[in-house]
C-alpha cells in the first residue's frame, strides 16, 4: 500500500463548477501537507499548504485537512480553463526533508 | 527571482551514452534535490544535498547515477551509460528546511534510444 493515495482521475468539469479533490495517507506523523499544480510539460508550482488540521483558504482555493481522518481535500471554485492542470497533494514529517507525493489527478475544465 | 534552472529541456541520447544534466538552484537555499518523473511511477527523489554536501542518496536506482554539488549554485545529475528505461522527465528542486514545500524547474526530459 502506497503511503499517499491519490484519485488518478481524470476529472473533467464545466467552467464555473467546484473541482474537489482528495487525497489519503497512512502515515500519522505527517504533519506538513501541500498541494502542487503541474501544467503540461512544466514543473510542479506550490499552490498551497498547511500545517496539521484545519482549513486554508487562498482565493478560489481551500485546503482542507483531517488529520483524525486521515484525509486532506482540496477545492476549486468557480473553476476556470487555467485550472486545467494535475494536481499532486504531497506531505511531510515535522523535521523531515522528504515529501511523500500521491500520483496526481489530471482536472480538465472545459469552457 | 529567475527560479531553479535546468538544462537541457530536452535531451534525446542513444542507449549506452553519457547524459549530464544540470541545474542551478535558487540563490539562498541551501537544500537540492533531484526527482525523477514517470507515468508509471509518479515522482521518485532520487537525492538530497543540504549545503552542498549529499546526504541521501538512496533513491537513486543505480550505480550508473551520479550526483555533485560542487557549490551552491549548481549541481549536475549524471547517468553513465544511459539505459531506455532511464527515459523519464528529471527534475530539480530547491528549498530552506524551514519551507514547506520546495520550488521545483521546469525539468529535462530525457529520452534514451
Known amino acids: 500500500q502506497k503511503e499517499v493515495e491519490q484519485d488518478p482521475g481524470p476529472l473533467s468539469v464545466p467552467e464555473g463548477a467546484i473541482v474537489s479533490l482528495n487525497c489519503t495517507y497512512s502515515?500519522?506523523?505527517?504533519?506538513?501537507f501541500m498541494w502542487y499544480r503541474q501544467y503540461s510539460r512544466k514543473g510542479p508550482e506550490l499552490l498551497m499548504y498547511?500545517?496539521?488540521?484545519g482549513n486554508k483558504e487562498d482565493g478560489r482555493f481551500t485546503a482542507q485537512v483531517d488529520k483524525s481522518s486521515k484525509y486532506i481535500s482540496l477545492f476549486i471554485r468557480d473553476s476556470q480553463p487555467s485550472d486545467s492542470a494535475t494536481y499532486l497533494c504531497?506531505?511531510?514529517?515535522?523535521?523531515?526533508?522528504?515529501?511523500?507525493f500521491g500520483a496526481g489527478t489530471t482536472v480538465t475544465v472545459r469552457a | 527571482d529567475a527560479g531553479v534552472i535546468q538544462s537541457p529541456r530536452h535531451e534525446v541520447t542513444e542507449m549506452g551514452q553519457e547524459v549530464t544534466l544540470r541545474c542551478k538552484p535558487i540563490?539562498?537555499?541551501?537544500?537540492l534535490f533531484w526527482y525523477r518523473q514517470t507515468m508509471m511511477r509518479g515522482l521518485e527523489l532520487l537525492i538530497y544535498?543540504?549545503?552542498?554536501?549529499?546526504?541521501?542518496d538512496s533513491g537513486m536506482p543505480e550505480d550508473r547515477f551520479s550526483a555533485k554539488m560542487p557549490n551552491a549554485s549548481f549541481s549536475t545529475l549524471k547517468i553513465q551509460p544511459s539505459e531506455p528505461r532511464d527515459s523519464a522527465v528529471y527534475f530539480c528542486?530547491?528549498?530552506?528546511?524551514?519551507?514547506?514545500?520546495?520550488?521545483f524547474g521546469s525539468g529535462t526530459r530525457l529520452t534514451v534510444v
Open positions: 528542486a530547491s528549498g530552506l528546511p524551514s519551507n514547506y514545500g520546495y520550488t
Open positions: 502515515n500519522s506523523a505527517f504533519q506538513y
Open positions: 498547511t500545517y496539521s488540521s
Open positions: 504531497a506531505m511531510r514529517r515535522g523535521n523531515d526533508y522528504k515529501l511523500s
Open positions: 540563490s539562498g537555499h541551501n537544500s
Open positions: 544535498f543540504n549545503n552542498n554536501v549529499p546526504i541521501d
